[in-house]
């Protein structure tokens, strides 16, 4: 069993910077951040895995957002920079059972997600 707790999350303008943490217990699977506008799906931003530097991001972030984890306090970051309106969505953290996928399909645990909003 796995357990998400994500933070961090707020209101900010555009171009500043965010930090979200996700909080994690149980088995360490493959790690990913997802995020959900209103009226669109939920889509991948970025993921990581606990063993080894391997890292994926979606196009739309890639250069602005930087997904770490620290293997001690059991904790995945998602640094994000220059955010854009866009950006705006709840954010979710999330595992997957089997592989570093980019669909929300293959990940099996959720956390309750964290409110972006980016003004302009």
């Known amino acids: 069993q796995v357990q998400l707790a994500e933070s961090g999350g707020g209101l900010v303008q555009s171009g500043d910077s965010l930090r979200l943490l996700c909080a994690a217990s149980?088995?360490?699977?493959?790690m990913g951040w997802f995020r959900q506008a209103p009226g669109k799906e939920r889509e991948f931003v970025a993921g990581?895995?606990?063993?080894?530097?391997?890292?994926r991001y979606a196009d739309s972030v890639k250069g602005r957002f930087t997904i770490s984890r620290d293997n001690v306090k059991n904790t995945v970051y998602l640094q994000m920079n220059n955010l854009k309106p866009e950006d705006t969505a709840v954010y979710y953290c999330?595992?997957?059972?089997?592989?570093?996928?980019?669909?929300?399909?293959?990940?099996?645990?959720w956390g309750q997600g964290t409110q972006v909003t980016v003004s302009s």
């Open positions: 990581i895995l606990w063993t080894d530097n391997n890292t």
């Open positions: 149980g088995r360490r699977l493959p």
């Open positions: 999330a595992a997957a059972s089997v592989g570093l996928g980019t669909v929300a399909a293959a990940y099996d645990y």
